[in-house]
Protein backbone atom coordinates (compact mmCIF):
# COMPACT_ATOMS: atom_id res chain seq x y z
CA UNK A 1 0.00 0.00 0.00
CA UNK A 2 1.77 3.35 -0.87
CA UNK A 3 1.67 5.97 1.44
CA UNK A 4 1.18 9.73 0.89
CA UNK A 5 4.28 10.54 0.37
CA UNK A 6 4.72 8.17 -2.71
CA UNK A 7 1.55 9.34 -3.88
CA UNK A 8 2.34 13.19 -3.79
CA UNK A 9 5.69 12.54 -5.26
CA UNK A 10 4.12 9.99 -8.31
CA UNK A 11 1.78 12.76 -8.89
CA UNK A 12 4.30 15.56 -8.66
CA UNK A 13 6.26 13.30 -11.61
CA UNK A 14 3.48 13.03 -13.42
CA UNK A 15 2.78 16.66 -13.41
CA UNK A 16 6.59 17.76 -14.39
CA UNK A 17 6.31 15.04 -17.21
CA UNK A 18 2.92 16.20 -18.29
CA UNK A 19 4.27 20.05 -18.38
CA UNK A 20 7.87 18.77 -20.33
CA UNK A 21 5.10 17.09 -22.59
CA UNK A 22 3.30 19.79 -23.14
CA UNK A 23 6.18 22.64 -23.60
CA UNK A 24 7.62 20.18 -26.25
CA UNK A 25 4.92 19.66 -28.18
CA UNK A 26 4.15 23.19 -27.52
CA UNK A 27 7.77 23.88 -29.39
CA UNK A 28 7.72 21.95 -32.12
CA UNK A 29 3.97 22.76 -32.53
CA UNK A 30 5.63 26.74 -33.13
CA UNK A 31 8.65 25.69 -35.32
CA UNK A 32 6.00 23.66 -37.46
CA UNK A 33 3.97 26.75 -38.28
CA UNK A 34 6.67 29.35 -38.29
CA UNK A 35 6.77 29.39 -41.89
CA UNK A 36 2.93 30.04 -42.40
CA UNK A 37 2.45 32.34 -39.51
CA UNK A 38 1.99 35.38 -41.14
CA UNK A 39 -0.30 33.38 -43.53
CA UNK A 40 -2.11 31.95 -41.05
CA UNK A 41 -2.54 35.07 -39.20
CA UNK A 42 -3.35 36.66 -42.23
CA UNK A 43 -6.17 34.43 -42.76
CA UNK A 44 -7.72 35.14 -39.35
CA UNK A 45 -7.55 38.75 -40.38
CA UNK A 46 -9.40 37.97 -43.71
CA UNK A 47 -12.34 36.03 -41.94
CA UNK A 48 -12.74 39.43 -40.06
CA UNK A 49 -12.69 40.89 -43.03
CA UNK A 50 -15.64 39.09 -44.75
CA UNK A 51 -17.50 37.88 -41.74
CA UNK A 52 -19.97 40.65 -42.24
CA UNK A 53 -20.83 39.14 -46.31
CA UNK A 54 -20.37 35.75 -44.91
CA UNK A 55 -23.21 36.32 -42.14
CA UNK A 56 -25.40 37.89 -45.14
CA UNK A 57 -25.23 35.05 -47.40
CA UNK A 58 -25.61 32.39 -44.59
CA UNK A 59 -28.90 34.04 -43.42
CA UNK A 60 -29.92 33.64 -47.29
CA UNK A 61 -28.84 30.17 -48.48
CA UNK A 62 -28.62 28.62 -44.36
CA UNK A 63 -25.54 26.60 -44.79
CA UNK A 64 -22.22 27.57 -43.46
CA UNK A 65 -19.87 26.06 -45.64
CA UNK A 66 -21.03 26.49 -48.72
CA UNK A 67 -21.52 30.57 -47.55
CA UNK A 68 -17.53 30.12 -46.10
CA UNK A 69 -16.51 28.79 -49.32
CA UNK A 70 -18.84 31.05 -51.46
CA UNK A 71 -17.34 33.96 -50.12
CA UNK A 72 -13.80 32.96 -50.27
CA UNK A 73 -14.24 32.17 -53.44
CA UNK A 74 -15.20 35.19 -54.08
CA UNK A 75 -12.73 37.49 -52.40
CA UNK A 76 -9.92 34.81 -54.31
CA UNK A 77 -11.27 36.29 -57.67
CA UNK A 78 -11.23 39.40 -56.45
CA UNK A 79 -7.57 39.56 -55.29
CA UNK A 80 -6.35 37.70 -58.11
CA UNK A 81 -7.82 39.80 -60.83
CA UNK A 82 -6.34 43.18 -59.15
CA UNK A 83 -3.60 41.37 -58.41
CA UNK A 84 -3.02 40.43 -62.33
CA UNK A 85 -4.18 43.55 -64.05
CA UNK A 86 -2.11 45.31 -61.79
CA UNK A 87 1.21 43.28 -62.31
CA UNK A 88 0.69 43.02 -65.88
CA UNK A 89 0.78 47.47 -65.40
CA UNK A 90 3.27 47.24 -63.33
CA UNK A 91 6.02 45.18 -64.85
CA UNK A 92 5.34 46.93 -68.69
CA UNK A 93 5.81 50.33 -66.75
CA UNK A 94 9.06 48.73 -64.55
CA UNK A 95 10.32 47.56 -67.98
CA UNK A 96 9.69 50.85 -69.80
CA UNK A 97 11.12 53.01 -67.26
CA UNK A 98 14.41 50.95 -67.16
CA UNK A 99 15.17 51.33 -70.68
CA UNK A 100 14.35 54.59 -70.49
CA UNK A 101 16.42 55.61 -67.51
CA UNK A 102 19.48 53.40 -69.25
CA UNK A 103 18.45 56.13 -72.58
CA UNK A 104 18.86 59.04 -70.88
CA UNK A 105 21.41 61.45 -70.06
CA UNK A 106 20.72 63.04 -66.68
CA UNK A 107 24.15 64.49 -66.57
CA UNK A 108 23.51 66.30 -70.18
CA UNK A 109 19.56 67.70 -68.53
CA UNK A 110 20.86 68.50 -65.06
CA UNK A 111 23.17 70.76 -66.74
CA UNK A 112 20.94 72.22 -68.86
CA UNK A 113 19.04 74.08 -66.01
CA UNK A 114 21.09 73.66 -62.77
CA UNK A 115 23.70 76.49 -63.62
CA UNK A 116 20.97 79.06 -64.18
CA UNK A 117 19.52 78.32 -60.58
CA UNK A 118 23.10 78.52 -59.29
CA UNK A 119 25.41 80.44 -61.78
CA UNK A 120 27.76 81.55 -59.18
CA UNK A 121 28.76 78.30 -57.70
CA UNK A 122 29.33 76.25 -60.36
CA UNK A 123 31.12 73.66 -57.64
CA UNK A 124 28.00 73.55 -56.06
CA UNK A 125 26.19 72.87 -59.24
CA UNK A 126 28.36 69.59 -59.88
CA UNK A 127 28.13 68.21 -55.98
CA UNK A 128 23.90 68.05 -56.95
CA UNK A 129 24.41 66.73 -60.18
CA UNK A 130 26.91 63.76 -58.79
CA UNK A 131 24.28 63.50 -55.67
CA UNK A 132 20.96 63.65 -57.73
CA UNK A 133 23.23 60.43 -60.81
CA UNK A 134 23.64 58.56 -57.79
CA UNK A 135 20.56 58.77 -55.72
CA UNK A 136 18.77 57.78 -58.79
CA UNK A 137 21.23 55.16 -59.44
CA UNK A 138 20.39 53.40 -56.51
CA UNK A 139 16.52 53.91 -56.30
CA UNK A 140 16.43 52.80 -60.09
CA UNK A 141 18.11 49.56 -58.66
CA UNK A 142 16.31 49.29 -55.62
CA UNK A 143 13.10 49.57 -57.71
CA UNK A 144 14.05 46.78 -60.30
CA UNK A 145 15.40 44.16 -57.76
CA UNK A 146 12.11 44.61 -55.63
CA UNK A 147 9.94 44.14 -58.91
CA UNK A 148 12.12 41.05 -59.19
CA UNK A 149 11.84 39.82 -55.93
CA UNK A 150 7.65 40.19 -56.13
CA UNK A 151 8.36 38.10 -59.25
CA UNK A 152 10.99 35.71 -57.79
CA UNK A 153 9.15 34.43 -55.09
CA UNK A 154 5.36 34.04 -56.51
CA UNK A 155 5.57 30.68 -55.56
CA UNK A 156 6.40 31.15 -52.01
CA UNK A 157 3.51 33.89 -52.50
CA UNK A 158 1.08 32.03 -53.97
CA UNK A 159 1.22 28.85 -51.39
CA UNK A 160 0.77 31.71 -47.96
CA UNK A 161 -2.44 33.05 -49.89
CA UNK A 162 -3.64 29.58 -50.18
CA UNK A 163 -2.99 28.52 -46.42
CA UNK A 164 -4.51 32.42 -46.16
CA UNK A 165 -7.26 31.79 -47.91
CA UNK A 166 -7.53 27.55 -46.63
CA UNK A 167 -7.30 29.27 -42.95
CA UNK A 168 -10.12 31.89 -43.84
CA UNK A 169 -12.28 29.09 -44.26
CA UNK A 170 -12.58 27.73 -41.42
CA UNK A 171 -12.17 30.46 -39.47
CA UNK A 172 -15.71 31.81 -41.02
CA UNK A 173 -17.61 28.10 -41.02
CA UNK A 174 -16.29 27.40 -37.39
CA UNK A 175 -16.51 31.20 -36.23
CA UNK A 176 -19.20 30.91 -33.05
CA UNK A 177 -16.91 27.80 -32.26
CA UNK A 178 -14.01 29.29 -31.91
CA UNK A 179 -14.68 32.21 -30.00
CA UNK A 180 -16.52 30.01 -27.87
CA UNK A 181 -13.19 28.36 -27.41
CA UNK A 182 -11.11 30.87 -27.05
CA UNK A 183 -13.00 32.20 -23.83
CA UNK A 184 -12.96 28.94 -22.39
CA UNK A 185 -8.93 28.29 -22.97
CA UNK A 186 -7.90 32.13 -21.64
CA UNK A 187 -7.23 31.41 -17.82
CA UNK A 188 -9.31 34.29 -16.63
CA UNK A 189 -13.02 35.20 -15.08
CA UNK A 190 -15.28 35.31 -18.28
CA UNK A 191 -15.69 39.34 -17.78
CA UNK A 192 -11.84 39.67 -18.85
CA UNK A 193 -12.04 37.23 -21.28
CA UNK A 194 -14.89 39.48 -22.85
CA UNK A 195 -12.56 42.29 -22.43
CA UNK A 196 -9.83 41.05 -24.42
CA UNK A 197 -12.02 39.57 -27.49
CA UNK A 198 -13.84 43.07 -27.42
CA UNK A 199 -10.36 45.28 -27.64
CA UNK A 200 -8.51 42.82 -30.63
CA UNK A 201 -12.09 43.63 -32.33
CA UNK A 202 -12.03 47.11 -31.72
CA UNK A 203 -8.27 47.28 -32.40
CA UNK A 204 -8.23 45.54 -35.44
CA UNK A 205 -11.43 47.33 -37.12
CA UNK A 206 -9.17 50.25 -36.36
CA UNK A 207 -6.47 49.19 -37.72
CA UNK A 208 -7.97 47.77 -41.19
CA UNK A 209 -10.18 51.32 -41.20
CA UNK A 210 -6.61 53.09 -40.84
CA UNK A 211 -4.94 51.37 -43.13
CA UNK A 212 -7.38 52.14 -46.02
CA UNK A 213 -8.09 55.26 -45.09
CA UNK A 214 -4.38 56.46 -45.06
CA UNK A 215 -3.95 54.40 -48.11
CA UNK A 216 -6.57 56.46 -50.18
CA UNK A 217 -5.61 59.75 -48.70
CA UNK A 218 -1.42 59.10 -49.21
CA UNK A 219 -2.63 58.26 -52.95
CA UNK A 220 -4.86 61.39 -53.45
CA UNK A 221 -2.20 62.76 -52.35
CA UNK A 222 0.18 61.67 -54.91
CA UNK A 223 -2.44 62.30 -57.29
CA UNK A 224 -2.11 66.16 -56.01
CA UNK A 225 1.82 66.02 -56.87
CA UNK A 226 0.79 64.41 -60.86
CA UNK A 227 -1.50 67.13 -61.52
CA UNK A 228 0.56 69.96 -59.81
CA UNK A 229 3.94 69.16 -61.84
CA UNK A 230 2.40 68.09 -65.05
CA UNK A 231 2.61 64.04 -65.01
CA UNK A 232 1.52 62.55 -67.59
CA UNK A 233 -1.95 60.67 -67.32
CA UNK A 234 -2.33 62.30 -63.77
CA UNK A 235 -6.08 60.53 -63.06
CA UNK A 236 -4.28 57.12 -64.08
CA UNK A 237 -1.58 57.20 -61.98
CA UNK A 238 -3.47 58.97 -59.09
CA UNK A 239 -5.59 55.27 -59.31
CA UNK A 240 -2.64 53.01 -59.37
CA UNK A 241 -1.03 55.16 -56.58
CA UNK A 242 -4.05 54.62 -54.29
CA UNK A 243 -4.26 50.74 -54.88
CA UNK A 244 -0.03 50.42 -53.97
CA UNK A 245 -1.33 52.71 -51.24
CA UNK A 246 -3.13 49.65 -49.78
CA UNK A 247 -0.39 47.42 -50.61
CA UNK A 248 2.22 47.19 -47.28
CA UNK A 249 6.17 47.33 -48.13
CA UNK A 250 5.36 48.81 -51.90
CA UNK A 251 3.35 51.75 -51.55
CA UNK A 252 2.47 55.00 -53.51
CA UNK A 253 6.22 55.37 -54.23
CA UNK A 254 6.43 52.39 -57.09
CA UNK A 255 4.13 54.69 -59.15
CA UNK A 256 5.42 57.73 -58.20
CA UNK A 257 9.02 57.68 -58.43
CA UNK A 258 9.25 56.17 -62.24
CA UNK A 259 6.68 58.77 -62.98
CA UNK A 260 9.19 61.48 -61.17
CA UNK A 261 12.10 59.45 -62.95
CA UNK A 262 10.60 59.51 -66.67
CA UNK A 263 9.54 63.49 -66.42
CA UNK A 264 13.17 64.28 -66.60
CA UNK A 265 13.52 64.01 -70.07
CA UNK A 266 10.85 66.32 -70.81
CA UNK A 267 10.71 68.39 -67.74
CA UNK A 268 14.11 67.94 -65.18
CA UNK A 269 12.23 70.61 -62.78
CA UNK A 270 9.23 69.76 -62.51
CA UNK A 271 10.96 66.03 -62.00
CA UNK A 272 12.57 67.07 -59.17
CA UNK A 273 9.90 69.17 -57.81
CA UNK A 274 7.66 65.85 -57.80
CA UNK A 275 10.61 63.61 -56.57
CA UNK A 276 11.02 65.44 -53.59
CA UNK A 277 7.58 66.37 -53.06
CA UNK A 278 7.12 62.23 -53.09
CA UNK A 279 10.28 62.04 -50.75
CA UNK A 280 9.41 64.71 -48.06
CA UNK A 281 5.75 64.64 -47.93
CA UNK A 282 3.51 61.73 -49.37
CA UNK A 283 6.08 58.67 -48.23
CA UNK A 284 6.22 60.16 -44.60
CA UNK A 285 2.49 60.76 -44.29
CA UNK A 286 1.20 57.93 -43.41
CA UNK A 287 3.98 57.79 -40.10
CA UNK A 288 1.75 60.54 -38.99
CA UNK A 289 -2.24 59.86 -39.96
CA UNK A 290 -1.59 56.21 -38.72
CA UNK A 291 -1.35 56.01 -35.46
CA UNK A 292 -3.19 59.29 -35.16
CA UNK A 293 -6.58 57.52 -36.98
CA UNK A 294 -5.98 54.25 -35.10
CA UNK A 295 -5.56 55.65 -31.94
CA UNK A 296 -8.56 57.68 -32.11
CA UNK A 297 -10.52 55.07 -33.58
CA UNK A 298 -9.65 52.59 -30.59
CA UNK A 299 -9.00 54.86 -28.24
CA UNK A 300 -5.26 52.93 -27.93
CA UNK A 301 -1.85 55.10 -27.21
CA UNK A 302 -0.85 57.07 -30.58
CA UNK A 303 3.23 55.47 -29.23
CA UNK A 304 1.55 52.04 -28.86
CA UNK A 305 0.28 52.20 -31.97
CA UNK A 306 3.12 53.11 -34.05
CA UNK A 307 5.49 50.45 -32.05
CA UNK A 308 3.14 48.06 -32.73
CA UNK A 309 2.41 48.97 -36.91
CA UNK A 310 6.52 49.04 -37.44
CA UNK A 311 7.40 45.98 -35.04
CA UNK A 312 4.68 43.90 -36.58
CA UNK A 313 6.29 44.40 -39.67
CA UNK A 314 9.63 43.70 -38.99
CA UNK A 315 8.56 40.43 -36.93
CA UNK A 316 5.30 39.16 -39.14
CA UNK A 317 5.81 40.96 -42.66
CA UNK A 318 2.13 43.00 -43.82
CA UNK A 319 0.49 40.69 -41.59
CA UNK A 320 1.86 42.68 -38.32
CA UNK A 321 0.50 46.47 -39.14
CA UNK A 322 -2.86 44.51 -37.70
CA UNK A 323 -1.39 41.65 -35.42
CA UNK A 324 1.61 43.92 -33.45
CA UNK A 325 -0.90 47.10 -32.51
CA UNK A 326 -3.38 44.51 -30.79
CA UNK A 327 -0.38 42.30 -28.86
CA UNK A 328 0.31 45.56 -27.65
CA UNK A 329 -2.84 46.89 -26.51
CA UNK A 330 -3.68 43.44 -25.06
CA UNK A 331 -0.26 43.57 -22.92
CA UNK A 332 -1.26 47.58 -21.97
CA UNK A 333 -4.58 45.44 -21.14
CA UNK A 334 -2.92 43.32 -18.77
CA UNK A 335 -0.34 45.29 -17.28
CA UNK A 336 -3.32 47.90 -16.23
CA UNK A 337 -4.91 44.85 -14.08
CA UNK A 338 -1.96 44.32 -12.89
CA UNK A 339 -1.52 47.66 -11.85
CA UNK A 340 -5.02 48.07 -9.94
CA UNK A 341 -4.55 44.60 -8.33
CA UNK A 342 -7.72 44.26 -10.35
CA UNK A 343 -6.67 40.55 -12.05
CA UNK A 344 -6.82 38.79 -8.67
CA UNK A 345 -10.38 39.25 -8.46
CA UNK A 346 -10.41 37.16 -12.12
CA UNK A 347 -8.14 34.55 -11.87
Known sequence: MPTKEEESKKELSRIILAVIMFLGLLILSFFIIKPFLAAILGGIVLA?????????LNKLIKNKSVSAFGICILSVVSVGLMIYFAAQITIKEAFSLYMNIQQMDFSGLLNSFLPKLFPDT???????????????????????????????????????????????????????????????????????????????????????????????????????????????????????????????????????????????????????????????????????????????????????????????????GPIGLIIGPIVLELFLIFLELYRTKEIQRFI
Open 48 to 56: YLLHWPYNQ
Open 122 to 316: PQLTNEIIASIQNSVTGLTNSFVTTMGQVLTNGAEILLMLFVAFFVAYFALKESENTIDYMKNVLPFDKEINERFIKRSREVASATIYGHFLVGLIQGICAGIGFYVFGAPSPLFFTVLAIFFSMIPYLGPWVIWFPVGLTMFATNPLNAILLLAFGFIFVSTIDNILRPYIIGKRARVNQIAVLVGILGGLVLL
